[in-house]
Nanobody, 117 residues
Framework: QVQVVESGGALVQSGGSLRLSCTVS????????MAWHRQAPGKEREPVAD???????NVSDSVKGRFTVSRDNAKSTVYLQMNSLKPEDTAVYYC???????????WGQGTQVVVSS
């Protein structure tokens, strides 16, 4: 059973930085394509960044230049480094995992990020 657990959410001031972690258990991280999503109050969940089993990364236009995604397979952990945070980055951040060439996603419970102005 694949389990995904996010951590690192916090209250931070505008312009600050935060690093979120996503730890996977039940399988080897190197087998998984990973992604970060977020959901702000009253809004749809949206993709933020993803990283493939080959370490190819993508970030959404709204966070490009501020957020970076990385992975440490030895630690079974994926990171989302968030810099220059803005109040509009306030959301619950979710991590998802997908086996290579699969269509099933495993989701974490989310971690809350609040950016104060």
């Amino acid at each position: 059973q694949v389990q995904v657990v996010e951590s690192g959410g916090a209250l931070v001031q505008s312009g600050g930085s935060l690093r979120l972690s996503c730890t996977v258990s039940g399988t080897m991280l190197r087998l998984l394509n990973m992604a970060w999503h977020r959901q702000a109050p009253g809004k749809e969940r949206e993709p933020v960044a993803d990283i493939s089993v080959y370490n190819d990364t993508n970030v959404s236009d709204s966070v490009k230049g501020r957020f970076t995604v990385s992975r440490d397979n030895a630690k079974s952990t994926v990171y989302l480094q968030m810099n220059s945070l803005k109040p509009e980055d306030t959301a619950v951040y979710y991590c998802s995992a997908r086996f290579y060439r699969s269509t099933r996603d495993y989701w974490g419970q989310g971690t809350q990020v609040v950016v104060s102005s």
